[in-house]
């Protein structure tokens, strides 16, 4: 008689096993998550059934954001402030967190920025990075999903850019995700109980079809579509364009730009994959891109056309560390993960012109 009794017990507890199993596969961590992409990402995260737990400094970013993604998402999100640097900080949320893995957005990313501070960059991004692996390693998460750049591919000499692509950098910013991907490298080789993904995307532009999460530079932005926004709002009179005599359509750069949602998904997909896989994946890199470039002067007249708004522009000098063509081949991505980006340049802009119309102050608007 014992022994039904005794199967009814393994059964209740092989349930339970399997109920915190799957709570353990669910819950991820989002460094910088209050930030641009990391806010859009959080979204697509829950929406796909992930728990998520943001952590960030928020120097770049506001919590306002936070506050808008809990509204979104319709309940509350787990918020915690903190340092990627602070490893004391990340020992705290690891004991109270039993994660799958982390997705690892927290870095400076402002190539003019980088070249004015360059230690500021590497003590941020790749102290910080090292950090948070120790941690990581510390409490056997490890899986990872790092925010990496097509930066990393410096002057491409041949286009459209693959993952094996030469890797050189012509600026801080770009040197400093490099030198992180060579870390990652070099952990995997030393452990091959490591699974490492860096998602090397391109030119994240476009916000959140509800108008209410987008981008926010603290300052005048570095990035071309806040500045674009700005302009036609009335924030800024003009927009500067950065040499015009490139070997290009136009003469203006050209680049591959993929909507911020676009690219969430794809952080979803890269989780998704290193949930199927039974073996650790060691160092895997993938490009996140439309494989389309589009050039400056071309983004500003879709910025136009869609806004109905005038952008008055002046071509300036060439800035130090940008390159002439960049756009991505993203097959890799759609092999793998089975994602491929879905909106167009217009969708990027008709996006980012309401969440800047609809907040012409950013998150300080309200």
């Not at 009794?5 to 460094?31: H, P, R, S």
């Not at 004991?95 to 590497?122: C, D, N, R, T, W």
């Not at 012409?360 to 309200?366: A, D, E, F, L, V």
């Amino acid at each position: 008689m014992k022994a039904p009794l005794q199967w009814g017990v393994f059964f209740c507890l092989k349930i339970a096993l399997d109920i915190n199993m799957e709570n353990y596969k669910n819950k991820i961590l989002v460094t910088g998550g209050a930030g641009y992409i990391g806010s859009h990402t959080c979204i697509a995260l829950h929406e796909a059934g992930y728990e998520v737990v943001i952590y960030d400094n928020l120097s770049n970013s506001s919590f306002e954001a936070v506050n808008r993604v809990s509204s979104l998402i319709g309940q509350p999100i787990d918020f915690i402030e903190g340092d990627i640097r602070d490893a004391d900080s990340l020992r705290q949320v690891f004991a109270a967190h039993q994660f799958f893995g982390v997705i690892h957005f927290a870095g400076l990313k402002a190539v003019g920025e980088s070249v004015a501070k360059p230690l500021m960059y590497y003590d941020n991004n790749v102290s910080g990075t090292i950090t948070l692996l120790k941690i990581m390693a510390e409490y056997e998460v490890k899986k990872l999903v790092f925010s990496s750049s097509a930066t990393v591919y410096g002057d491409p000499e041949i286009l459209p850019i693959n993952e094996d692509s030469p890797r050189s950098c012509t600026n801080p910013y770009g040197q400093s995700k490099l030198t992180v991907e060579h870390v990652l490298e070099d952990l995997a080789l030393s452990d091959n109980s490591w699974s490492l993904i860096p998602l090397r995307y391109f030119n994240p532009v476009g916000a959140h079809p509800s108008g209410q999460i987008g981008e926010d530079p603290n300052d005048i932005p570095n990035n071309l579509m806040p500045y674009i926004s700005q302009v036609a709002v009335g924030k800024l009179d003009k927009l500067s364009i950065f040499g015009n005599d490139y070997a290009t359509v136009d003469g203006t750069g050209v680049r591959d730009f993929i909507h911020v949602t676009d690219l969430a998904q794809g952080h979803v997909a890269a989780l998704n994959y290193l949930k199927q896989q039974k073996q650790s994946l060691g160092f895997l890199p993938i490009n996140l891109g439309s494989g389309k470039g589009t050039s400056v002067l071309e983004l500003v007249r879709a910025f136009s056309a869609v806004s109905a708004k005038d952008i008055p522009f002046q071509f300036v000098g060439r800035r130090a560390g940008d390159i002439a063509s960049c756009y991505a081949s993203a097959d890799k991505a759609q092999e793998l993960l089975g994602w491929k980006a879905s909106l167009s340049i217009t969708d990027m802009c008709q996006d980012t012109w309401r969440w800047q119309s609809m907040n012409p102050n950013g998150y300080n608007s309200i």
